[in-house]
């Protein structure tokens, strides 16, 4: 902890830690300590880990990166950082993010974006660390903490995940809670374990997972012991590879990355099978009408009187001039897009042609992937990213759909409520990190887990 903790004061460019609680940190790792010597060590005692700022923690700024939510400060714990901590965990701080979890390289945070300890290269150009869970990423790669704490909404695990060399599982929808999460799309939203083996991954999803009657839509089922799943034994394994995901202008590294991840699993015995999951262009644009939908409601709640922030107000302003101002004020450019469009596809005449119509395509890609595994398919390997980390203004200066692609192979898993695990497997061209994304069968994240083990 203490290493940590001065790794982190000594890596404030990466702007990845928000907030920092080196007494919180201090004081559970002397609680640690008293433990192991008692030999009651649960099974993350005294690790130290950080939390992305999407998770609620009580009396610690909690502010989604978002400037609406300055000074709110959590009477509670969330589920999972309260697991987490009786798992024996030490929270180091809070980390950066893209604002709602909204955006794919970090760069809407109000508190600025943090940066990937990656480079191209000799090229000091600086790059994303993804987004998401952006700080989360860039503080597992530069090594300023064990493991940290990230959410998945689209991507949001996955991708800053492969920009950053290190493994980012989303869990089956339904497997962690959500209780104490700041909700985005709530239909879509899971959170999971960014960490730099699968080993950890699956040690950290065990303390993350179980049954919270918080969350109604919290699985009540047993919890596996993960790590006991990794023994390397993937013989007989049925590894679909879907076709639809070899898209127009993938670039050469990503696809030999593809091809020498199958190979590599076909050499450790399983079975490679060319696959179809025909709907899966229609996922992009079906996402963002649900996630901007959802967002929008979810998003009401923020109105200037409940939590953080509100706008100073003229004489004479009413209720209305509070909301408006306190919003216009207190929310981002890329959030009031999500709720504009979300507001647009929830209205009376085109709810039936936008959101309507996105629950139907979202049916029919959950329907793709259930065929393929009853065909036998054990798990589903693609590309997790479309390229390696961009560079910082490289995509947001463009129009928004450019940032949005970069969600392609990875949003189906949400839309179909599938666990997906991404696991650094090789370097592009320019020495940048890379990952291939694994899809699993529902709940089986225990088999999905032992297949990555093996690409790993
Ligand atoms: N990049 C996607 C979006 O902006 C996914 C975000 C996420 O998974 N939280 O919506």
Redesign the pocket.
Known sequence: TEACLKAIDGAGALNAFVHHTPEIALERAAEADKRIAAGDAPDMCGLPIGIKDLFCTEGVPSQAASRILEGFLPQYESTITAQLKSAGAVMLGKLNM?EF????SNETSVYGNAVNPWRRGNDDTQLTPG???GGSASAVAADLCLAATG???????R?PAAFTGIVGIKPTYGRCSRWGVVA??SS??QAGPMTKTVRDSAIMLGAMCGHDPKDSTSADLPVPDFEAALTGDIRGRKIGIPREYRMEGMPADIEKLWDDGAAMLRDAGAEIVDISLPHTKYALPA??VI?PAEASSNLARYDGVRFGHRARLDHGDGITEMYEKTRAEGFGT?VQR?VMVGTYVLSAGFYDAYYNRARKVRTLIKKDFEDVFAQGIDAILTPATPSAAFGLGEMSDADPVQ??L??VF??TV?MAGLPGIAVPTGLDKQGLPLGLQLIGRPWEEADLLSSAYALE
């Open positions: 893209d979890a909204m955006g794919s987004g998401s869970s959410t998945d909404t689209g991507g949001s695990i991708q985005f799309a879509l939203d996402y963002y996630a890329e999500r940032m949005y970069n969600d990875t949003v949400n």
